[in-house]
Structures are given as structure tokens and as C-alpha cells.
């Protein structure tokens, strides 16, 4: 089937969001993919990137999962603390690239639906505008919260809606008439964020992805928004296990 046809496809339906079809059309934009979107970003792409590195506060000797990680350009950010960091992507291309830029960085072909890590495995895990992306994201959540540890935290970073009417107004205008002419130019596949724009339209707004994230058993989820609301820095913690206290004897008791 035709590039366009399958990209019209996979527009209707709930953007008919299949694993497959979605990694072959980031497998499409791989190499212009960073810098398309510091284009279409106006520049925030790495202030963006600088507010979650800081909210996942990464540790030298900690392990950290970087899901959706493209190129590896989140993921060469967060090792700069001296956190060891796995890069997870479910887009051949992207990975290709991301080992080539970044060979230190350890990147894993995987779908966030079923992540091949044990349970409590990591100390922080990260996604940055991949949730919406991902087929079911309340799956996503469930097996982010399997693979971090007790007392680990959850940062995820996506597009989300403005608070404010005008606002939401502007930016639904730039999506539908601005970022068309610009990935005409920057894109080495303009079709493809047609489905990008329509991910941005369709998904829902902060507090839904707070209850998400709550229910996926995260506790402390908050949320700051960036950029006026048009993303929002998510956050959460696996509670710690509860140590169970030894029954103690009477002589100790006596003692």
C-alpha cells in the first residue's frame, strides 16, 4: 500500500494507532527528525528537554529508561549526569540513527506495550512525546511502573492543551496551517506529520493523564506546563514497599 494511503489510514478510526505502521513512518523521518522538530518547536525542543532532565534528576550510578527515545538526543542529555541510560524505541530507523550518534548509549527495538526488562529494574523512567504515539498508553503506564523500582519516579513529557481559549485557539491554527508549510521545507516526509498533528488533536488534556498515571499505580502524580500548556512535564512515584516489623517476645518487651 502507498506511503499516503497508509497515512490516511491510520488517521481515522482513533488514529488507528498499529505498532507497526507507527514505527515505519518514524522509520520514514528518522534522519531530519531532530531537526524538523527544533523547526516546528520554534527552538523550545531543548528547553523542553532541559525542564525534563531536570525533573528526572538523574544520579551518576542510577539506571534510567528512556523510552521513545528517537535519535538518542533525551537519552545523551540524561547520561550526561553520569546516569547509565537504556534508549527504547520501536522504530528501526530511529534506533540506526541514535547508535550512530550516540555509541555509548545502549538503545533497545522495543514496543512500550511489553518491555523486555524485569520488574523493578529501574530508577527512573522517562517517555518525551511518545505516549500518544503508543497504541493503548494505559498499558504504556502499566509496564513503566513494572520496570521502575519502589521509590522510583515516572517523568513524562508531552503535547498537551492550553488552558486558556485563546491560546488553544492559536495553537490549533498553527497545527492545521503553520506546521503543513514548514515540514514541506523541513521534513524529508511532510505526510507524515499529517498523523502527528492529528496524535496532538486527539489526545486529552493534563488531568486525564494525571488520572492515568494514578491509575497505573503512581502516587505524588503533578504536573507543570510548559510553554503556556502546549506541553505538560508529568510526574510520579512507585511507592516504596512497606517493611512488614518483626513481631517482637515478650523478654524483649520486658528487656
Known amino acids: 500500500m502507498p506511503w499516503p494511503n497508509r497515512l490516511a ?5 482513533d488514529l488507528n494507532k498499529q ?12 534522519r531530519k ?5 527544533a523547526v516546528l518547536s520554534v527552538g523550545n525542543s531543548w528547553l523542553w ?3 525534563t532532565v531536570r525533573a528526572i534528576a538523574p ?3 542510577e539506571r534510567v529508561l528512556d523510552i521513545a527515545a528517537g535519535t538518542g538526543t533525551s537519552s545523551a542529555a540524561i547520561a550526561r549526569s553520569g546516569a547509565e541510560v537504556v534508549a527504547v524505541d520501536f522504530s528501526p530507523g530511529m534506533i540506526e540513527v541514535g547508535r550512530a550518534r550516540h555509541p555509548k548509549i545502549e538503545f533497545v527495538e ?3 506495550m511489553a518491555l523486555p526488562f524485569k520488574a523493578n529494574e529501574f530508577d527512573a ?9 503508543v497504541e493503548d498508553p494505559r498499558v504504556a503506564l502499566k509496564e513503566m511502573y513494572r520496570v521502575v523500582k519502589p521509590g522510583g519516579r515516572i517523568v513524562v513529557c508531552e503535547f498537551s492543551r492550553p488552558p486558556r481559549a485563546l491560546l488553544r485557539a492559536g495553537y490549533g491554527a498553527y497545527l492545521k496551517y503553520v506546521m503543513p508549510r514548514v ?3 523541513a521534513s524529508s516526509n511532510p505526510e507524515a506529520y499529517n498523523y502527528l498533528a492529528d496524535s496532538i488533536n486527539d489526545w486529552p488534556d493534563q488531568a486525564t493523564l494525571s488520572q492515568w498515571l494514578r491509575g497505573a499505580g503512581f502516587t505524588r502524580v503533578a504536573y507543570r506546563n510548559l510553554t503556556a500548556g502546549v506541553v505538560a512535564l508529568h510526574r510520579g512515584h512507585k511507592p516504596k514497599r512497606k517493611s512488614r516489623s518483626k513481631p517482637v517476645s515478650g523478654e524483649a518487651k520486658a528487656s
Open 33 to 37: 527528525y531532530d531537526r524538523t522538530n
Open 183 to 185: 515540514v514541506d521545507v
Open 59 to 61: 544520579q551518576a550510578g
Open 9 to 13: 489510514d491510520m488517521a481515522t478510526a
Open 110 to 112: 522495543a514496543d512500550a
Open 19 to 30: 505498532p507497526e505502521e507507527v514505527a515505519a513512518m518514524f522509520d520514514e523521518v528518522a
Open 49 to 51: 528537554r532541559f525542564h
Open 125 to 133: 523512567v522517562t517517555i518525551s512525546f511518545g505516549l500518544r504515539n
